[in-house]
């Protein structure tokens, strides 16, 4: 009568939504102030002024029927030459608007590529631990989802395990630096080993082997660190790219596909990326964000504020005698659970009012999310409970 699968989809909550969820009742019985919530990655860091100053410029300049009415499906022209301009500029590439598809977010991206490349026993690779969503996204288009078990010593890359989950029917490899949920950035070397291996496999099966860049969280890194840009290392990559973090406005759901045009098959793949957008109905991204990140491309929110927060986590979590890798971006943690079961960790966790995210839901059992895109005093207030926590393993 109806999909079980989607039934599945739609009424199987995800962990995190059960854990915030959860984290909403608590509140409501002992109060805000005594609940540590740090499932969710909803950025608290607001917009720039600059955001709220476009949006009140384009209402005012722009024709009405301009604002809100239809773009063409891939985005406004104008709005892709202009944030084709602020890419080359920041990142040396040779783009213009013809190589943008405006976007509903990354999620609308990165579905859309998963869709536009995938063809009957084709399998995506991605490196655990991994934004959830991945899964559903890849499997909904009839391919198969391979994950490279991770490199806890420091969460880049187990060449050997990668080598080895690649097949003929490889068709592409996500990857998401700065990463959900480990805060590990690829290193130029780790990308540089990566796009060695994937030349050599597009030799090996004489055809592409493309590289996706889910990259949400570019501009959130620490301590001046570097991203390097993928199109420059490999040909065969397309950018996903959203503002939901870097400007705060994940409700605004904007972003971009970014394929360039040295990408073997150029036309068909762009092509494949317009027909995906059809069929899924992703065509004309909101048309007001449209304009508003045409003129806000080259800002981004207060990052400090993050940086803060990571480092007094982190430094905390350390000194309660837990193990982590210290994050080079994005805004989470994800330490390892003081048990092998994640779920029963985070579970007892939440006797303190701890709210946690086991890392099974990334491909990673054993450890944890903590996502510290909070108030910094929640973050303050929640260390001695996360010494109680541990000192109850020390029994
Ligand atoms: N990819 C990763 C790794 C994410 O963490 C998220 C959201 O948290 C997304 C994609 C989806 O982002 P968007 O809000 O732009 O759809």
Known sequence: MISEKMYELGTKKSTI?????????????????????????????????????SIFDILNEMEPCAIH??????????V????????????GTKLTGKNLFMTA????????????????????????????EYRCFVESTGAKLIVVPAHPVDFQIDFAAFESCITKNTKAVIVNSPN??????????????????????????????????DEPYREIVYDGIEVPYLTKYYMDTIVCYSYSKSLSMPGERIGYIAVPDEITGFGKVYGAIAGAGRVLTHVNAPSLFQQV??????????????????????????????????????????????????????????????????????????YFRASYCIKL???????PFFKKLAAEYEK
């Open 17 to 53: 939504r059960t854990i915030y969820e959860y984290g909403r009742m608590r509140a409501a019985e002992v109060g805000e102030e005594n609940i540590y919530d740090f499932s969710l990655g909803n950025p608290n860091v607001p917009s720039p002024e600059g955001v709220k100053q």
């Open 69 to 78: 009415g239809y773009t063409i499906a891939p985005g406004d022209p104008g």
């Open 80 to 91: 892709r030459e202009t944030l084709a301009a602020s890419i080359n500029k920041r990142f």
């Open 105 to 132: 977010g990354a999620a609308a991206a990165i579905t859309i590529v998963f869709k536009a490349l995938s063809e009957p026993d084709d399998e995506f690779i991605a490196f655990a631990p991994f934004f959830p």
């Open 180 to 213: 959900n949920p480990s805060g590990a950035v690829y290193s130029e070397n780790t990308i540089k080993k990566l796009v060695a291996i994937l030349a050599a496999k597009e030799q090996e099966y004489a055809h592409p082997i493309f590289l996706i860049s």
């Open 293 to 366: 990140i045409a003129r806000c491309a080259d800002m981004t929110s207060d990052i400090s504020a993050y940086e803060k927060n990571g480092k007094l986590l982190y430094n905390g979590l350390i000194e309660a005698g837990f193990t982590c890798v210290k994050p080079q971006g994005a805004f989470y943690l994800f330490p390892k659970a003081l048990e092998d079961d994640d779920y029963a960790f985070c579970e007892r966790a939440k006797k303190y009012d701890l709210l946690l995210v086991p890392g099974t839901d990334f491909g990673c059992p054993g």
């Open 377 to 383: 005093e929640t973050i303050e207030k929640s260390l």
